[in-house]
């Protein structure tokens, strides 16, 4: 049942050199350079997102993922799922407007698998980059890099797939789209809030609060091809690709930020409605699922996570 929850708003990504890490999400990825704030972190776009941000790049010590946020219909439905998630158990966080410059406030809440989500209803809108709201032309002339055209989706990893599940399913509305199951138990899930055939996934790891990859949206295939020849002139470390999944049957390849974050950009993949029955992968088929052209899992790919 939905809940009001619309899509993938935005990541707060951890990276170690902030030069870097802004030369290959900008100049590489080809997301826009919005904003800087006053700590330093750096806001960044896709460019047909509406929104001013749907990236955060913070300098530390260390990489991974700080918070992944979806953003909701209304402050009342912000309200709403605030009290909804402190009733389920959740810790919640009231996060004041403007600690992310231009964006109203968000909820904070934790989650079985050790991940933080936030919840928020405003953020200052700007539009798609470099194309008119009225007759607007078909793409902006200025992108660089991959050109990505949104932030799609995060995979996560930990162990409380079940948890997790229930959390998203029965409190913010997300439906089952697709698994992984072992048996009867679930190794993978891929859960929606639109027609998308994901919005997040999880696969089941004995670390919590793990980060698998960040996923930015292509047009087309051709478009995936070019970004790997990107990748090659750039030096960009591959991990794999470009190939085809059997999950979500969406085209891929994926490669890692300076820091080791891993990136993802896509196109295709499967649509979803909610009367669809959840489609199944077997585990003995991961590597199909995963990879399809080749059939095999490399050990980056299962075992580098930030």
């Known amino acids: 049942m939905k809940k009001g929850v619309m899509r993938p708003g935005h990541v707060q990504i951890r990276v170690m050199d902030m030069a870097a890490a802004v030369r290959h999400y900008r100049d590489i990825v080809g997301l826009v350079e919005t904003h800087r704030d006053a700590s330093g972190r750096v806001y960044l776009k ?40 402190k009733a389920y158990g959740c810790q919640v966080e009231e996060i004041p407007a403007g600690e992310l410059d231009d964006c109203g406030r968000r909820i904070r809440f934790d989650s079985p698998t ?18 008119a709201q009225v007759n607007p032309e078909a793409w902006p002339r200025d992108l660089k890099g991959m050109k990505v055209s949104r932030l799609d989706h995060c995979l996560l ?20 789209a697709e698994q992984v199951m072992d048996g009867d138990f679930r190794v993978a899930q891929f859960l929606t809030c639109s027609m998308k055939e994901h919005d997040i996934a999880f696969i089941r790891n004995a670390d919590d609060g793990k980060l698998h990859h960040v996923a930015f949206h292509l047009d087309s295939w051709d478009e995936v091809l070019r970004a790997a020849d990107i990748i090659s002139m750039e030096d960009v470390p591959l991990d794999m690709g470009p190939t085809r999944h ?61």
């Open 114 to 131: 050790g991940h933080d989500f936030e919840l928020y209803a405003e953020k200052t809108r700007t539009g798609k980059w470099g194309v």
């Open 246 to 306: 059997g999950l979500t049957h969406g085209q891929v390849i994926y490669f890692f930020d300076p820091s080791g974050n891993r990136n993802e950009v896509f196109s295709g993949g499967d649509y979803f409605y909610p009367d669809q029955e959840v489609v199944t992968w077997t585990a003995d088929k991961l590597g199909k699922a995963i990879y399809y052209h080749s059939r095999e899992l490399n050990d980056r790919f299962l075992s580098v996570l930030t």
């Open 46 to 85: 896709g460019w047909t997102e509406s929104d001013k941000f749907s990236v955060v790049l913070r300098e530390t010590d260390r990489p991974g993922l700080d918070f992944f946020g979806f953003k909701v219909v209304s402050d009342a439905v912000l309200d709403n799922l605030a009290a909804e998630l």
């Open 157 to 176: 990893y930990g162990g409380d797939l079940d948890g997790t599940l229930d959390l998203f399913t029965s409190v913010l509305g997300f439906e089952l």
